[in-house]
């Protein structure tokens, strides 16, 4: 992918190397990987200004960062694409005459706070509602090169593009409209989750779409983008897991559903064919 150093640093909240704090309360998450389930309406260890919280399990506890960043090139292509995403759903949203709220991208080591409770590493990148702003720990993208088997840097912007495709949906009131139906009938939680998903991954398509036309893709970009989508499918990860497919399980949808969703994006770069709420997904 073509990016240049020195864009959307303002967009993005470094929290790398700080304790996280507990805020308390808060609904979850809508993450990649999983949902960020723990610590709802009611989550973290105390309320606002308490003092730094144990780590979670498995999660070594957070390290004043000293020396040059390791990560300084990667944080910058991060920078790059939450700038070029929420300058591209700005320019979509202006077409519709409506207003788009942009938005921060937090990078943390570990665990960290959030209007949704206290995030972890182990959740992978996710959104929460409540405080509209995408976390990730950049550890995530050597497990999505190593352990999910999707390299490349347009791998990295899809996962990136994804949850501001949640951001999209929490600002247009899709979420909200799921949330709301899941609680009526919670034999259809995982079924309206499913949806949610596909479409953010539908949403990250029709940005991929943009980057094209701004001719920021290079030669097997695309083809990145698709395998980090199949990567995390629920079918992929559950048979790497645990060697069986339990469908009924799944929260974000198959490989062969979420390479579909994005690429419906990609293919024609309109919003308006993101409506995975109708008919068969």
């Known amino acids: 992918m073509r990016w240049k150093r020195g864009t959307g640093g303002g967009q993005v909240e470094d929290r790398r190397g700080a304790s996280p704090v507990a805020l308390g309360g808060g609904a979850g998450g809508i993450g990649l990987v999983v949902l960020l389930l723990f610590y709802l309406l009611g989550g973290g260890s105390g309320g606002a200004g308490a003092g730094p919280l144990d780590p979670l399990p498995g999660m070594p506890a957070a390290q004043g960062q000293t020396g040059p960043d390791p990560d300084a ?61 995408v976390y990730l720990d950049l550890g995530f993208f050597r497990d999505l090169r190593s352990r999910f088997g999707a390299p490349g840097d347009f791998a990295q912007a899809y996962v990136i593009a994804h949850e501001f495709g949640h951001h999209v949906q929490n600002v247009l009131g899709v979420s909200e409209d799921v949330r709301r139906k899941q609680q009526a009938n919670a034999r259809e939680a995982n079924d309206l989750s499913i949806r949610l998903e596909l479409q953010a991954d539908c949403l990250a398509g029709v940005w991929a779409h943009s980057a094209y036309e701004e001719e920021l893709l290079e030669s ?57 709420f109708s008919g068969d997904v």
Request: aromatic residues 10%; hydrophobic residues 30%.
């Open 73 to 133: 090139e990667l944080k910058d292509f991060v920078s790059f694409v939450v700038q070029d995403v929420q300058s591209s759903w700005t320019t979509t949203f202006a077409n519709a005459d409506k207003p788009y709220e942009p938005t921060k991208l937090v990078l943390f080591d570990g665990a960290t706070q959030t209007g949704c409770g206290v995030g972890s590493s182990q959740t992978g990148p996710f959104y929460c509602p409540l405080d509209r702003k």
């Open 220 to 276: 097997g970009d695309l083809e990145e983008g698709l395998g980090a989508a199949a990567a995390v499918g629920d079918d992929r990860i559950q048979e790497a897991s645990t060697g069986r497919v339990d469908r009924e399980s799944w929260t974000h949808g198959s490989s062969e559903q979420r390479v579909r969703w994005f690429k419906k994006g990609f293919d024609g770069g309109d919003p308006g064919a993101c409506d995975s």
